[in-house]
């Protein structure tokens, strides 16, 4: 046995230490970036040099974390085109990934109340044009998506995670209509989004980071013009379809690089 294997950590310790570096340098990290954002919008700021700060934090994040990231699709983007963004939802790694993955958006989220409670992040998260909901409260939350949307810069793209929460599982599971009532009313392509690589990057319920691969894919543009909110539950089925051919894919390219994804096929 050579001197350099017998120097190799056990495999076993490296989600250890990359938790821990996790824990040391990406809080005061987000602190960082969020306090940026925070200060540029008090000086109206764009969206555009904003979101600069949230695309540092995120492949921050993938570098601490060791995250080797691959995207195919990203010739279906249009310059300058504004989306309802729609992906599955593995893992609180996802927004990071999703960030990182799709530089060419200005990405704003649909994003659960907690997290607007956490000092400074939060109020960050609330003043940049990302949606605080509640699910149990379906009127608040579609006020609160109508505010913001109302207000949204034209360059911003807004991401739903509709199936609503993260899954223990890892299948993928039904949308919710959010998304597709959001798109139509204002006139916005849907574009299909999915990843894999998370669920095992970051399992729901555990303080866990290990390095790996995640593949983003990115699908064709749904088209809303000519919708009406009648055409809601066909569009979110259209979408769920689509968005599950795009995560097969991308299941099956992450097994091509020797990782198996994790939850459900």
């Known amino acids: 046995m050579s001197r350099s294997s017998k120097r190799r950590l056990p495999d076993s310790l490296e989600p250890l230490l990359r938790t821990a570096a996790g824990i040391l340098l990406l809080p005061p990290a987000l602190i960082c970036a969020s306090v940026a954002v925070y200060i540029g919008t008090l000086f109206a700021v764009s969206s555009a040099r904003l979101h600069y700060f949230y695309d540092w934090f995120a492949r921050a994040s993938l570098r601490v974390a060791g995250t080797r990231l691959e995207v195919y699709g990203l010739e279906h983007l249009e310059a300058g085109q504004a989306y309802v963004v729609v992906s599955n939802h593995e893992s609180t790694w996802d927004p990071p990934v999703l960030v990182a993955g799709l530089p060419q958006l200005v990405l704003r989220f649909v994003v659960k109340t907690e997290l607007m409670r956490i000092p400074i992040f939060g109020q960050a998260l609330r003043r940049s044009g990302n949606v605080r909901v509640v699910r149990e409260q379906a009127g608040g939350d579609a006020a609160r998506i109508r505010k913001v949307m ?5 360059a911003v793209s807004i991401l739903f995670f509709a199936e609503g929460t ?4 890892g299948a993928f599971h039904p949308f919710r209509k959010g998304a597709f009532i959001t ?7 849907i574009l299909p989004v999915a990843h894999a690589g998370n669920y095992a990057m970051w399992p729901k319920g555990k303080l866990r980071l290990c390095s790996g691969p995640a593949v983003i894919e990115v ?6 013009d000519g919708c009406g909110y ?4 066909a569009l979110r089925d259209r979408t769920h379809e689509a968005v599950g051919r795009l995560r097969a894919r991308a299941r099956e390219r992450l097994r091509a690089l020797g990782r198996e994804p994790g939850g459900i096929d």
């Not at 699908?219 to 809303?224: A, D, L, S, Y």
């Open 230 to 233: 009648d055409d809601r539950a």
């Open 219 to 224: 699908g064709e543009p749904i088209p809303t």
């Open 183 to 189: 798109a139509i009313a204002y006139g916005l392509p």
């Open 166 to 169: 993260r899954a223990r599982d």
């Open 150 to 154: 109302d207000e949204r810069d034209p």
